[in-house]
């Protein structure tokens, strides 16, 4: 039996549990600054694939439809980002339920991670070039998608 349970601690409550929903399986990977917004994957009910989710103050959010994983929210719990099977990565604008999709437009045929994302929604990830040694870190800000290094000498850096 692989079925999960996942909670949230604080000093004040100690463990609180989040819920499932019909998931058997969920995995929370980061959460927003105040507590109140988790993200992660749940398991799909009848195909096992990790879809992407997120809690709002315990209740389970999820996008059954698409495949992979929430790896993170911003510090101010209005946007979550990560990846998608079909080799996308991801930022989702909660307070506007906004999907955004990001295809891998700098190295074609390789998965896009989007591991970061800003309190306004700028994602910082990596192109997954075949191995971990061959990985370039990307930036998508403003509908652009551009290398990290790039983006360091369009700020001056």
């Known amino acids: 039996d692989w079925s999960t349970t996942s909670s949230l601690w604080s000093r004040e ?18 959460i927003s600054d105040d507590g109140k917004v988790v993200a992660g994957f749940a398991a799909h009910e009848t195909k096992g694939e990790w879809t992407p989710c997120y809690w709002v103050d315990g209740k389970i959010n999820r996008f059954p439809h698409l495949f992979g994983e929430a ?3 911003s510090h ?8 998608l099977l079909n080799g996308q990565g991801f930022v989702y604008d909660i307070a506007n339920d906004k999907m955004v999709t990001i ?21 910082f990830g990596h192109s997954d070039g075949g191995s971990p040694q061959d990985r370039d870190g990307i930036v998508y800000i403003g509908g652009d998608l551009m290398y990290f290094k790039e983006y360091l000498t369009i700020r001056g850096v």
């Open 76 to 83: 101010n719990g209005n946007y979550i980002c990560g990846y």
């Open 103 to 123: 295809d891998n437009t700098l190295e074609e045929g390789f998965q896009l991670s989007a591991t970061c994302v800003t309190d306004n929604g700028i994602i």
């Open 13 to 30: 409550k100690g463990y609180t549990g989040i819920e499932n929903g019909v998931s058997a399986q969920t995995r929370p990977n980061a």
């Open 71 to 73: 790896l993170n929210v």
